[in-house]
Structures are given as structure tokens and as C-alpha cells.
């Protein structure tokens, strides 16, 4: 009957098997151990034997263990000192530790459980009852094996995205290069007249972009583009944007045309605007937009032709300090099919200047809940009003920098700073 109970124990353990194959066990008495190797072959494990601790530390430094059933009290080194050693070793895996013990006493369990034991059984064991303490310490050692596994994925998972973060972080690096040597002047001076420009993507890369072009010895062109969203499809499309407006020829650059003589002049902005309408629509599979001014400047004259196409209106600071927003608004581009833009002219007298900018930096955060805007804009320009060129832009960056409370900004900052010494600067 005792056989019986015994094999159908067996039978239903089996299920549960296949973390446990090799037991150790650890008893000075030879029976003991005859007993115990007896109950574990019978159920299908491969079972080594150790007379003493040093014996069982040399069995587990050559072999693979996963659980041990040590005696607590032999000769030389205990099975509490045996355990101590045990789980100091290297391991790929957890080992499943159980003391046979005759103590009772609390505190010596704590002991026990305290060292790294895993479970007791008191002595003489029962069979039925050391099959039950190895298929829990088998579920145990399933639990974490399934756990050491899952870590082992999710660290290589880790190690392949890290590296894969690693090298799209080398590649925006360059494309950070890429973009910015669009820009390839920051300050150009027409003699009557000087561009400066400043270009801050808010990340590696971004979707803004700005930039001038000459015309011819009395125009010259300049653009302010705004690409809707953020990342690598935006700042794409501003390199390709600038094929269209940085060439030196009509055949070239959308934002000049050939006149009666062979020479160059300037073309409309507003159908240089339609026109990139169009290619936006029919040529470009795409549903990025953007936002721009396309403009040129006489720089003998001091004439301004543009066309906003839903990009932040234009500041216009006069010789006496006086500042004012100019421009008509109008539709982005690659919105609106047939949509229809304006040429807005500015006369520029000597000494004024003109400011183009992008939505980022009147939607420049103040750290909180509040955003710098058109007011704070104008009241940042005043603050800055004697300052011209590159200098303009350096405390102008350092004030917007302030006022964000030195946090990164969310989005692009561009702009470009026109101004007109006029013929004065010359003599």
C-alpha cells in the first residue's frame, strides 16, 4: 500500500519536473544517504553523494547542482557552514538547499534560513514528504529560471536598442552637421545692407530653416521656413526645400527669374509661393506642411517684397526705436490646393531693420505656464535695440535662454535679422 502511495506520488510529481535533474546528499551516515539516493533514483533524479561538507563543496565546484539535501549536524564542517560556502560559489543558476535537521528550536531556523537555507525537513524523513519539498523548491527554481531568462531577454532586448540608440545618435550627429551647413553664412554684408541668421533646432535636428541668396548687384533673396513636426522627416524636407531657394539662377531657384537681357531679377514671392504649393500637392508624397516668408530686399533703395504663408508676422524696428508687426498672414504651404498668396512691400529707411522669426520664439515657454508672445517679443527687441549683427542674436539667445529659465526649448528657434545701414554706412 506504502509502494503504491509512493508511485502515485511519483507519477504526479513528474508534471512538475524537468529544473531539478542532479541532487546532492549530504549525510556523514552512510544509510542515511543509501536511503534518501534510494527514494530520489526511484523518481528519476540523478542523485551524487557526499560523506562531509569539504566532499560536497568539491561535487559542487565540478558539477552542475540544483538542489542539495544536506544533514545540519556532521563532523567537521556543519551542513549550516556547508550551506554558507554553497551559496558564496559562482552560479549560472540558483541552487534549491534543504537542511534535514532534528532542531526545532525557532531561533536555530532562523539561523538556518539566515545562512541560505531554503527549507527544512526533520529527521527520519518520510518519503511522501521529501517529494513534496522538492517539487516546491522545483517550482521555486522554475519561477526563477523563467525570471533569469526573462532578464537575460529583456537585457539583450536593452543592449540591442542601446546600440541601435547608439548609432541613430552617431547618424543625427551628422545630420545635425548635414542641416546645419545649409546655413553655410551666419552674417553677410551687402555693403548697405547685412543678413544675419540664427538657427536653433530644439533637438539633434529640426524643421526649421533660414537663409539668403544674391539676386543680383542690388537684390538679394532671403527665405524663413517652419516645417510642421519635429525629427528627422522634418529637417528632410527642409534640405529639400532649400534646393528650391539657394541656388544662384533662375533655373535653379524658384524665387528668381531671367530677365530681357540675360541677367537676373527677383520673382514674385507669392508665386514662388504657388509654385512650391504645387510641388508640395502633386510631386511630393507627403503630409508634412510648412509655414514661410520668401522676400527680397534692394538694398540700394530699401525696398522689401514678401510673402507670408502662415508664418508669425514680421517685426519692423525704425532708426527711432519705434517696432510694429507688418504682413497679411496667409495659408501654409502644401495645405491647400490652388491656394492664393500675397507680395506684402516694406520701405525700409537707413537705420531700420527687420526681424523674421519663427513660431518658437513666441511660443518660447517662461518656465511655467505662460509664453513669451508678440508683447514680450517687442519688449526683448527694445532691450536689444542697440545691439546689431551677430551680437543681436548672441544676447538675444542669452535673454530667451533667461526668460525659459535655461530649460531646453520644445521647439525650433530661427530667425533673421535684416538690416539697413543705407548709403550712410557707406560715406
Not at 195 to 213: K, Q, Y
Not at 301 to 309: A, P
Not at 347 to 369: A, N, Q, Y
Not at 402 to 418: G, R, T, V
Amino acid at each position: 500500500m506504502a509502494i503504491a502511495q509512493e508511485k502515485q506520488a511519483y507519477l504526479q510529481a513528474v508534471p512538475e519536473r524537468g529544473v531539478v535533474n542532479n541532487v546532492l546528499i549530504v549525510d556523514d551516515s552512510r544509510a542515511q544517504r543509501r536511503i534518501l539516493s534510494s527514494y530520489l533514483g526511484r523518481w528519476g533524479y540523478t542523485v551524487f553523494e557526499a560523506g562531509s561538507g569539504e566532499e560536497a563543496m568539491n561535487i559542487c565546484q565540478s558539477e552542475s547542482i540544483d538542489l542539495i539535501v544536506s544533514d545540519w549536524m556532521m563532523p567537521g564542517m556543519s551542513g549550516l557552514e556547508f550551506c554558507q560556502l554553497f551559496r558564496q560559489l559562482d552560479r549560472a543558476n540558483y541552487g534549491y538547499f534543504i537542511l534535514l535537521t532534528s532542531k526545532s528550536d525557532k531561533t536555530e531556523v532562523a539561523q538556518g534560513l539566515d545562512v541560505g537555507a531554503d527549507d527544512f525537513l526533520t529527521k527520519p524523513v518520510a518519503g511522501d514528504e521529501l517529494l513534496a519539498r522538492i517539487r516546491a523548491g522545483e517550482r521555486i527554481l522554475r519561477m526563477e529560471r523563467e525570471l533569469t531568462e526573462k532578464n537575460r531577454l529583456v537585457s539583450s532586448t536593452l543592449k540591442e536598442i542601446s546600440d541601435l540608440y547608439d548609432s541613430l545618435d552617431r547618424d543625427l550627429v551628422e545630420a545635425r552637421k548635414l542641416q546645419q551647413s545649409l546655413v553655410r553664412e551666419r552674417f553677410h554684408d551687402f555693403e548697405t545692407a547685412q543678413i544675419s541668421l540664427l538657427l536653433r533646432p530644439s533637438g539633434h535636428v529640426g524643421g526649421d530653416l533660414v537663409g539668403f541668396f544674391p539676386i543680383n548687384d542690388r537684390q538679394f533673396g532671403v527665405f524663413s521656413i517652419d516645417v510642421s513636426g519635429h525629427g528627422i522627416a522634418s529637417a528632410l524636407m527642409t534640405a529639400r526645400l532649400a534646393a528650391y531657394l539657394t541656388g544662384s539662377t533662375s533655373e535653379q531657384n524658384l524665387a528668381i527669374r531671367s530677365d530681357e537681357i540675360g541677367g537676373y531679377i527677383a520673382a514674385s514671392p507669392s508665386e514662388a509661393a504657388m509654385a512650391l504649393n504645387r510641388l508640395m500637392l502633386e510631386e511630393m508624397e507627403t503630409d508634412l506642411y510648412f509655414t514661410m516668408i520668401l522676400g527680397h530686399f534692394d538694398r540700394l533703395s530699401g525696398e522689401f517684397v514678401m510673402t507670408q504663408c502662415g508664418h508669425p508676422y514680421p517685426i519692423v524696428q525704425r532708426a527711432n526705436g519705434e517696432i510694429s508687426f507688418f504682413g497679411d498672414g496667409g495659408l501654409p504651404v502644401g495645405l491647400i490646393p490652388f491656394a492664393a498668396y500675397e507680395d506684402v512691400h516694406m520701405k525700409l529707411s537707413p537705420g531700420d531693420r527687420i526681424l523674421l522669426f519663427s513660431d518658437g520664439v513666441t511660443e518660447c515657454p517662461d518656465g511655467g505656464d505662460g509664453m513669451l508672445g508678440e508683447e514680450g517679443l517687442v519688449e526683448m527687441c527694445k532691450k536689444v535695440a542697440t545691439e546689431t549683427g551677430n551680437a543681436f542674436f548672441d544676447t538675444f539667445l542669452w535673454d530667451l535662454n533667461d526668460f525659459n529659465n535655461d530649460q531646453d526649448f520644445p521647439d525650433d528657434i530661427s530667425a533673421i535679422l535684416l538690416e539697413y545701414p543705407g548709403r550712410a554706412a557707406k560715406e
